[in-house]
Structure formats: C-alpha cells, structure tokens
C-alpha cells in the first residue's frame, strides 16, 4: 500500500511539473509577443536560429548514434538468443508445458486445451501460469534482458539509456551557462520560452516510450504467438478420447515444422518495433524542436493585442523555482 502511494505521489508530481512547464512555454510567448523588441534584434534573432539550429542537428546526431549503437547490440544478442533457441524450443516445450517433469496428467488436457483458447497462455485460479510463447522464446529473453532494461530504464538514467539521451539533450541544447551569458539580452526570453517547451515535447516523448517499451519487449511472444497461432486454434477444437495426446502431438509438429523461421520472425520483429522507437525519437527532436525555434524567434504574428501576463508570468517563475524545474536558470 505504501508502495501505490508514494508511485501516485510520483505520478502526481511529475503531472504537475509538465503543466507547469507547459504553460511557462505558453506564458513566455505571450510575454514576448507583448512587449516586441526593437527592429534591430532582429539579426540577433536570426544568428540565435543559426546557432540553436546548428546545436540541435549536433545534438540529433548525438541522439542517432548512441541508438545505433544499441540497436546494434540488440541484434547482435536477438540472434545469439534465436540460435539458441532454435536448437532446444522443441526440448524446451516438451519438458516445461507439453510433458512437464513430475506432472500429474490427470484433468492436464483442461490446462492444454485452455492454453490454445488462450493463445498459448493460461493462468490457472491458484495463480499458476502455463505460456508455451514464452517458454519458446525464453532463451531470447535471457540474451536481451539486461540491454533492455539498461536502456529503458527511467527512473535514472545513464548517458546510453533513453532516460539519459533525453536528460543530456534537455541540460545541453540550452544549458543553464547559456541562460545565464543572456540573461540581460532581448533573446533570454526567447531562450527560456523555447527551454520550457523543449520539457513538454521530450517529457511527452517519454510517455510514448513507455507505451512503445511494452510493445518491444512482447514483441517476441507476440511473433512466436503468431506463427503458433494454426495450431493453437485447431488443439482448441479437439474433443473427445485422447484430447491430451491429440493437442500435444498438435502443439509439438508446429514448433517443430515452425523452428526454422518462427524465431528469425520474432527478432526481426523487435528490431522493427525498435528502429520505429528511433525513428519517432528522430523526428520528434528534429521537426517539433525546429518548429518551436521558429516560433520563439520568428513567428511573432503582428496586428494582435496579446493581454498583459506579467502577473502569471512572475508566478511561473516562482512555481518552477518551487518545483527544481530548470526553465528560467
């Protein structure tokens, strides 16, 4: 119980940090656009574009490469683990769900023919489970695992995990020594404006990851679950004398007709899951961030009374001093 309330606590928190920078990003541009600068920072604007342009194709290239290398990696170990799992699934299957060791078979044909209405998986009512997908893919698992959680791990974040890639990108595009060098020029608002919105995408990107990390590491057992599929539905139908003999002779000629590809499918199908993951990482940080440079720097639209925010701007400010956000410092 302690455990949800200090995770809610966590969530409630982190709920209130985007919202605070979210209308930071909002209220800075209105700022800004209130009290326009002069005609002549114009050509400081422009060479800030130039400059925060060149540092972010620097830090994208950055990004790109530290998720190549683990894209690398990560085929590297899929296709050790789907040798290895190549050579024993059929051993595998046999000993962990389809003749387990030391079984008693009575009523076993109910758990089996369960499991093909499940799709390969069953969760008896004491808690017991019985995956046949997993069970197959396990030797993949135990080669990938610890990559996985090395580079999805977001509670803290080393510089070649996800959590540390979006952490350096947020301290170095626009560092605190930045700020502090324009704090009395014309563009230290447009710095912060664009700082407090580079929070919201990237912690919005992280909410995506976390949705994209769940359908990578199924991945695998969503493969094995695919190719296993004719089988599953056809051991669901069996009835009658000898059920338990008929679904494990089913379930074990497919593993065995299905073990030349069945496991090249499935790595093939996390790295698609994976280079997708890096593909949106990409285009995030390169479209949305240059859309907001052109719109801190840029698009001003003229004609318009914006209302008088300086109120809640100063508020913002202490909000995020109240909550460590590091948008104006």
């Not at 085929?75 to 799992?85: M, R, T, V, Y």
């Not at 390969?120 to 017991?128: L, P």
């Not at 065995?256 to 993951?277: G, I, N, P, T, Y």
């Amino acid at each position: 119980m302690e455990h949800i309330k200090k995770l809610y606590a966590k969530h409630c928190e982190k709920a209130v940090k985007d919202y605070v920078s979210e209308v930071s990003a909002i209220l800075t541009y209105l700022h800004i656009a209130k009290n326009r600068c002069e005609p002549k920072t114009k050509t400081q604007k422009d060479c800030m574009f130039t400059l925060l342009d060149k540092n972010l194709k620097k830090e994208c290239e950055n990004v790109k490469k530290i998720l190549n290398d683990v894209h690398t990696t990560l085929e590297k170990l899929l296709l050790e683990g789907a040798k290895k799992a190549e050579r024993n699934c059929v051993e595998r299957a046999v000993d962990g769900v389809l003749y387990p060791i030391n079984k008693d078979f009575r009523g076993y044909h109910k758990t089996l023919k369960a499991l093909c209405r499940n799709s390969g998986s069953f969760r008896s009512g004491n808690g017991n489970t019985v995956d046949l997908n997993y069970t197959l893919t396990k030797p993949m698992y135990e080669h990938i695992n610890r990559i996985l959680l090395s580079t999805f791990r977001l509670n803290r974040g080393s510089r070649r995990s996800i959590k540390g890639i979006l952490d350096s990108f947020q301290c170095d595009f626009i560092s605190s020594k930045m700020l502090k060098t324009y704090k009395q020029s014309p563009m230290y608002l447009h710095l912060v404006c664009i700082r407090a919105e580079l929070r919201s995408i990237l912690s919005g990107m992280e909410r995506e990851i976390l949705q994209r990390k769940k359908i990578i590491y199924n991945s695998l057992t969503d493969s094995v679950k695919t190719s296993m599929l004719p089988a599953y539905q056809e051991g669901a139908l069996i009835k009658g004398t000898s059920t338990l003999t008929h679904i494990q002779r089913i379930l074990e000629d497919r593993i065995d007709a299905s073990v030349k590809h069945m496991f090249q499918d499935a790595k093939e199908q996390m790295l698609r899951h994976f280079e997708d993951l890096k593909r949106m990482m990409e285009e995030t940080m390169e479209k949305e961030l240059k859309t907001s440079l052109r719109l801190a720097l840029h698009q001003i639209p003229k004609g318009i009374i914006f209302p008088d925010v300086a109120a809640e701007f100063e508020m913002m400010k202490t909000s995020c001093e109240a909550l460590n956000l590091q948008i104006f410092t």
